[in-house]
C-alpha cells in the first residue's frame, strides 16, 4: 500500500509538520524517487503540493484526506514527469531559454520569490515537451475550425450556464380517506385560481394561497422552497438528495421544477404522497455561451486533449529507457505517471 498512497500512510498534515520541524540537510536527504539519477526530496514534493493547491483550490487547503492523498500523489508524478522531459529534452540539446523562463513565470501567476527551482522546473517542462515534438518533427497541431465546430455541435448543453430559480411550492397531502384523484382535482382548482391572477401580483397570490393551506414545512415562508435561507435561488438541476442518500423531495415533483420555463408558470406534480403544486417565481442564468467566447474555450480544451493524449505516448515510451526508483530502490509504477488525479484533469476528461 505504500506505492499507492506514497508516503507510507503519512498523512498531509504530519508532512508538512516534519518539514517544519526538519532542518535543510535533513531535507535534503528526505529522498521519495530518484529520476535518471537526480533526486525529488519531501521538500520539493511539499512545494509542489502548495502551488497545486493554489492553481486547483485558489489556495484553499482541502481538509478530506482523500483529495490531500490525490494532491500529493499528482505533486510527486508531476515532478516526475517534469525530470524525465527535461533529461530528455537535454539530451538532445534543447534548454529552457530566459524568455521561455519569463513566460512561464508570468504565467503560472506565482510571484518571483515563490519560484523554487522543482517549480520553475515543472513549469517550464511544458514548453520543453513541445519543443521536442517540433524538433522531432511532429508538432503539437491546432485544432482546425471544423473539429472546434463539431464539438460545440456535439456538447450545446455545456455551453449554457446554469439556471437558478425562485420556485414556491403548495402541498396537498394524500388523504387515505380519498383517492388520488380527489386530491389532485383539489390542487388543479388551486391552479386555476392562480392562473387568473396576472403575474406579477400571482406570486403574492401564491404565497398567501401557500400559508393558508400548503401541509408541509414551506408554507409558513410563503411556499418558498429554500424555507427560511436567506438567499432564495436554487439551481434548476439540483442534487435530489438527503445526506444519508434518500431523495429529497419526490422525484416527480423534480421532474416538473426542471420543467419550469417563465416566471410565473404554475407546474402539478402527483405523488403517491399528495399533490405538489409548483410555481416558478425568478429565473437567472441559463446564458448560452457567444459562439465567439465558446470557440476560444473549444479550442483550448481540444489542444489541452491533444497535447495530453501525445505527452501519455511519450512517457510510454521514454519510461522504458528511463531509471525512476523508489528510494528504497524499487521501480516507480509506470502507470502512476498518466494517472487522472487533479479537478481540471477529471473536467478535460469529462470533455473528451
Known sequence: MRRVSLFGGILFASLFATVARAGEAELAHAIFVKVNGQTISQEQV???????????????MPEDEEVLDRLQRAALRDLVRS???????????????????????????????????????????????SDMMMAGGTPLRDPTPREIKEFYNENRDDFRTNTFIVVRTIFISQDDRYSQAYTKNQAEEMMRQLQAVPFPQRTNAFAAMAREKSEDVFSRFGGLLTGDSPEPWIPQDFDNINPDGSPMFPPVMVEEIRRLN?????????????????????????????????????????????RNE??????????????????????????ALTEILLPSEQQGARAG
Open 83 to 129: 525530470l524525465l522531459i527535461h533529461y530528455e529534452a537535454n539530451s538532445q540539446g534543447i534548454r529552457p531559454d530566459r524568455n521561455m523562463r519569463k513566460y512561464v513565470i508570468q504565467q503560472s501567476g506565482l510571484r518571483p520569490e515563490e519560484i523554487t527551482v522543482a517549480i520553475r522546473r515543472l513549469l517550464e517542462a511544458d514548453d520543453l515537451f
Open 46 to 60: 511539499v512545494e509542489v503540493v502548495r502551488y497545486l493547491v493554489k492553481r486547483e483550490f485558489n489556495g484553499v
Open 262 to 306: 417563465r416566471p410565473g408558470d404554475l407546474r402539478l406534480a402527483v405523488s403517491t404522497e399528495g399533490a405538489h403544486l409548483l410555481y416558478l417565481e425568478a429565473v437567472q442564468g441559463g446564458r448560452t455561451i457567444p459562439w465567439d467566447e465558446a470557440k476560444r474555450i473549444i479550442e483550448y480544451v481540444l489542444k489541452e486533449r491533444a
Open 310 to 335: 501525445r505527452l501519455r505516448q511519450w512517457l510510454n515510451e521514454v519510461y522504458d529507457r528511463s531509471d525512476v526508483r523508489w528510494h528504497d530502490g524499487t521501480v516507480f509504477e509506470k502507470s
